[in-house]
């Protein structure tokens, strides 16, 4: 039996003992808890568009808010243990023991990270499977849907769209109208009467002019105060770029994002569909005192294929071109000359399409994107694409390379 094959059956294996428990393991991606906290300062720069409750206790319009990121360390204070195994590191609880399974009232089924309204109870339904069932979400800006793969397996998760929190899953098994159940986790909602619902309001006009004065994009490098600089690299998914330079001494941060399109789709889902004109990117903030821009570029050159057009490996779409993202002449001649040097010395066996294009916008991607390697060094697509790199990188660069690597030992 060839090894794929093998690999798969034990999969399957496993995700039959996981199902038939009470309570699931933690997800192949929830964050290891031997992974270091992600005590990064939240990003001030995205935005969702979002329906609150607003002060009169009634569903608003949708609106721009800004999004709620917090570092691994603060989620912990303020959610319980078992609201942070589920919400943040993606975990489940067990069947028929959620607190809201058996909840007949009337009212809204809020976030507990957040308080956006998720769901109401006028379209709760028992489904029998032991979690809290929906056909519909309340508002289908409030909810985002990402894909899931652990287990060999491939679903929908349902995410909180303001705060990320992990919800559930969502299923084409469900009643009219929609066909749809959304499975969710008690843990991570909070139940409000309809009576009671104005006590989670929120101020609209607020919320909205907050949204209006958040940070924009970064469309320059960083001042040369503080010897501090950035470069935009893209080279298939962020999470391998991202995991590659943060092992790097003197840069100071890794951020994954999106370049290339617009903000009205910065985001996953849409990215996704290679219809945005985005790449997933990385914005890399160095000290080019100890790191320069060219040293930069020939690590990223050596750690993915700059010769295949819109693909890396498996992941194929314009989204994961190889692309330099270039925020001054300068940045674009060196580039520039690098991809020559390379081309004309035939250090690969192909010409390098990698893409010089001029930095109009960066817009950071989802908090549950940031650090992923670090925080899920287990996740099977870590654990075959990104880690075989990082290694690389350590090997290659050992002049380079931080004391410790930031993502735990195996």
Request: one cysteine or more; proline letters at 7%; charged letters at 20%.
């Amino acid at each position: 039996m060839p090894v794929l094959s093998i690999m798969r059956t034990l999969s399957l294996l496993l995700l039959a003992l996981v199902l038939s428990a009470c309570e699931r393991p933690p997800a192949a991606n929830a964050a290891s808890p031997n992974s270091a906290p992600d005590e990064r300062s939240p990003m001030s720069t995205a935005t969702v568009h979002v329906r609150v409750i607003n002060k009169d206790g009634k569903l608003s319009e949708p609106i721009d808010v800004p999004k709620l990121v917090l570092s691994d360390a603060e989620w912990q204070k303020r959610l319980t243990k078992e609201q942070y195994r589920i919400g943040r590191a993606k975990g489940t609880e067990p069947a028929f023991c959620g607190g809201l399974l058996n909840n007949h009232e009337e009212g809204v089924y809020a976030c507990v990270g957040c308080n956006l309204p998720l769901f109401s109870s006028d379209s709760k339904f028992n489904s029998g499977t032991g979690w809290p069932s929906f056909f519909q979400p309340i508002s289908k800006e409030n909810v985002h849907e990402e894909v899931d793969r652990a287990y060999g397996m491939v679903r929908t998760e349902i995410i909180c769209n303001r705060c990320d929190m992990h919800l559930g899953h969502v299923f084409d098994d469900g009643p009219r109208p929609t066909g749809l159940r959304y499975c969710l986790n008690s843990e991570v909602m909070k139940f409000i009467p309809n009576a009671k619902l104005a006590t989670i309001g929120e101020d609209v006009t607020a919320l909205a002019a907050a949204a209006k004065a958040t940070t924009r994009p970064t469309t320059k490098p960083a001042s040369a105060s503080g010897n501090r600089a950035e470069a935009v690299f893209a080279g298939g998914c962020f999470w391998c770029v991202e995991a590659v330079f943060e092992e790097l001494d003197g840069v100071y941060e890794a951020v994954s994002g999106y370049a290339g399109g617009s903000k009205e789709t910065a985001n996953y889902e849409a990215v996704c569909t290679g219809a945005t004109g985005h790449a997933e990117a990385v914005k890399i903030i160095y000290d080019p005192s100890k790191i320069s821009y060219e040293k930069l570029l020939e690590v990223h050159f050596n750690t993915h294929d700059p010769t295949t057009l819109n693909r890396q490996g498996n992941d194929t779409g314009p989204q994961y071109r190889s692309a330099i993202f270039y925020a001054s002449d300068k940045e674009r001649e060196l580039a520039q000359a690098f991809i020559d040097d390379l081309n004309a010395s035939k250090h690969f066996p192909r010409p390098i399409v990698t893409t010089l294009e001029p930095l109009k916008a960066f817009y950071p991607a989802e908090a549950y994107h940031q650090n992923y390697a670090c925080q899920n060094p287990r996740q099977p697509y870590i654990s075959h694409i990104a880690l075989p790199k990082v290694e690389k990188v350590r090997a290659k660069y050992k002049d380079l390379v931080k004391p410790q690597s930031p993502i735990p030992a195996q």
